[in-house]
């Protein structure tokens, strides 16, 4: 299995309390991965650098993208932005969705952004909200639905673009256990199910039982990794020997 995302070396830190003490990481194209640890274990800072969301102090992050292996942290801003809109969707524990907007437009508004015409857009959403049982609910605003469906839009949004690696950060955290595992099954059925890769921080070990892989963080530091130790061991080959100094993206 190819690795779709790599880190060497890793460090961030926040004023003198550091995040992230060295990590180096292996993520596989196609798999289902959960970060787990205390808070200030450095798992959303770790999320954060993976999505290029920030930039780490030092090392390296890599990305097996659909234009060939880039170095998301030689990345400058207008790059990762760009990243984060055409090769990455993001699932937050609150949804992060415009209340004024319906759930059509809210999934819609993801496409638009790059510049799909607003009849194509709301097209595509309309099939990626029927996909994940929302069908009838189109034009519910976002208060208008309860939290699991607002979740399942959230959903919607961070795949409607086609992304092949799913952030998601705390999905069912507001949630209570029945709608939190109906929720990671729309989840999991909607990424790994299609062949995408999820990255998922969670504080629960329900939910991060259901991921094939659990990474967990201490201190900044990866203290256990279920991947299986011949697949930790394996070069990584998305590095290149050199930061890359400029990354030009194709849509």
């Known amino acids: 299995m190819t690795n779709i995302l790599s880190t060497r070396n890793l460090h961030k830190s926040y004023g003198n309390s550091p995040a992230l003490a060295g990590v180096d990481l292996d993520l596989r194209a196609g798999e289902s991965v959960a970060i787990m640890g ?20 030092a090392g390296t992050v890599g990305f097996a993208g659909p234009s060939g292996p880039q170095t998301i942290s030689a990345m ?43 009849t194509q857009a709301e097209i595509y959403a309309a099939q990626w909200l029927s996909s994940l049982g929302l069908a009838g609910l189109e034009q519910r605003r976002i208060g208008e639905l309860s939290g699991g469906q607002a979740q399942r839009v959230a959903i919607a949004r ?4 086609g992304a092949g690696v799913i952030f998601a950060d705390e999905p069912t955290g507001a949630l209570d256990s029945k709608t939190s595992a109906e929720v990671m099954d729309a989840l ?27 990474v967990e963080l201490r201190d900044g530091r990866i203290v256990r990794d279920s991947a299986p130790l011949a697949a930790q061991l394996l070069p990584a080959q998305l590095l290149p020997a050199q930061p890359l100094d400029s990354v030009q993206l194709s849509r």
Do not use: W, Y
């Open 38 to 57: 205390a808070s200030g274990s450095g798992k959303t800072t770790l999320l954060h650098c993976l999505a290029g969301i920030i930039t780490p102090d």
């Open 158 to 161: 961070a795949q409607v673009t």
């Open 188 to 214: 999991l059925d909607s990424t790994v199910g299609r062949g995408k890769t999820l990255v998922l921080v969670t504080h629960d070990a329900a939910v991060a039982g259901r991921c094939a892989r659990l």
């Open 76 to 118: 400058n801003e207008s790059e990762r932005s760009r990243l984060r809109r055409e090769c990455f969707g993001f699932v937050f524990q609150q949804g992060l969705l415009l209340p004024e907007l319906t759930a059509l437009e809210n999934v819609a508004l993801a496409l638009m952004l790059g510049g799909t015409s607003r």
